[in-house]
């Protein structure tokens, strides 16, 4: 489906249909782009037989570690598949000359590591079970925000270990779930280190992101507030609400 460049991106209120993946139900603080890091190259492919839309989308994603192939057609789309190893590949649902299923199944054939996400301007039940059945990462519709698809290549991205948060960064996310999370209970620093056994000094330099705590201290904080650290690390996960 062609649609016009300035359509695709200002396309702010229709958002994505029947998707896979299920969103996060709590918003947590947003992280900066800065805040990430690839420890290796990744490759992605995205295969739209739309020019403008392959170029927007290559634009948004493009950062330092990221190697970003296009692919028009079908017979162009085979030959990088074929030829090369990809870590992500976002696939126009109908590619001309390539029907659907025989391109996932292509996918799943020759690059078995790769996720997918599936991008489509003409959604349908048949598409979803389709992009279920191959177990795409995602399936978005035309149009859509290219945030959203960046949210989406950024969680993609995590799960497969491709992209990390900085240590400076995981200890201010760190710190300021702590911080909104007393202050949510009513708590004072005080009245928080009374209840942990946590030195003061030291909760407060947790919350500023001055300091790690040890998975001891991280415990006695999750004891405080009547938690599990699982729903601590679940938050600290989150990205930018997604």
């Given at each position: 489906?062609?649609?016009?460049?300035?359509?695709?991106?200002?396309?702010?209120?229709?958002?994505?249909?029947?998707?896979?993946?299920?969103?996060?139900?709590?918003?947590?603080?947003?992280?900066?782009?800065?805040?990430?890091?690839?420890?290796?190259?990744?490759?992605?492919?995205?295969?739209?037989?739309?020019?403008?839309?392959?170029?927007?989308?290559?634009?948004?994603?493009?950062?330092?570690?990221?190697?970003?192939?296009v692919?028009?057609?079908?017979?162009?789309?085979?030959?990088?598949?074929?030829?090369?190893?990809?870590?992500?590949?976002?696939?126009?649902?109908?590619?001309?000359?390539?029907?659907?299923?025989?391109?996932?199944?292509?996918?799943?054939?020759?690059?078995?590591?790769?996720?997918?996400?599936?991008?489509?301007?003409?959604?349908?039940?048949?598409?979803?079970v389709?992009?279920l059945?191959?177990?795409?990462?995602?399936?978005?519709?035309?149009?859509?925000?290219?945030?959203?698809?960046?949210?989406?290549?950024?969680?993609?991205?995590?799960?497969?270990?491709?992209?990390?948060?900085?240590?400076?960064?995981?200890?201010?996310?760190?710190?300021?779930?702590?911080r909104?999370?007393?202050?949510?209970?009513?708590?004072?620093?005080?009245?928080?280190?009374?209840?942990?056994?946590?030195?003061?000094?030291?909760?407060?330099?947790?919350?500023?992101?001055?300091?790690?705590?040890?998975?001891?201290?991280?415990?006695?904080?999750?004891?405080?507030?009547?938690?599990?650290?699982?729903?601590?690390?679940?938050?600290?996960?989150?990205?930018?609400?997604?």
């Amino acid at each position: 489906m062609n649609l016009p460049v300035d359509t695709f991106a200002r396309a702010k209120t229709m958002p994505a249909v029947a998707r896979i993946t299920s969103p996060t139900p709590a918003k947590a603080s947003s992280v900066p782009e800065n805040a990430w890091f690839c420890p290796q190259e990744v490759r992605i492919l995205v295969a739209d037989d739309d020019r403008a839309i392959c170029q927007l989308i290559q634009q948004s994603l493009a950062r330092p570690s990221f190697r970003i192939e296009v692919a028009h057609s079908a017979p162009e789309a085979r030959e990088k598949l074929t030829g090369q190893s990809y870590h992500l590949i976002i696939l126009d649902y109908v590619l001309p000359g390539w029907e659907a299923n025989e391109a996932l199944e292509y996918l799943r054939q020759h690059q078995p590591d790769a996720s997918v996400i599936v991008i489509t301007g003409y959604p349908s039940l048949e598409g979803v079970v389709s992009c279920l059945r191959a177990r795409v990462y995602d399936y978005l519709t035309k149009p859509f925000e290219i945030q959203q698809l960046e949210k989406v290549v950024q969680r993609c991205l995590q799960a497969k270990g491709l992209l990390r948060m900085t240590e400076e960064a995981l200890l201010e996310r760190i710190g300021a779930f702590i911080r909104d999370r007393r202050k949510a209970l009513g708590l004072t620093l005080a009245q928080m280190s009374e209840r942990t056994g946590v030195s003061l000094g030291y909760l407060s330099q947790i919350e500023l992101g001055k300091n790690s705590a040890s998975i001891e201290t991280l415990y006695r904080i999750c004891l405080g507030f009547g938690i599990r650290m699982s729903e601590l690390f679940a938050a600290i996960d989150r990205a930018d609400g997604n």
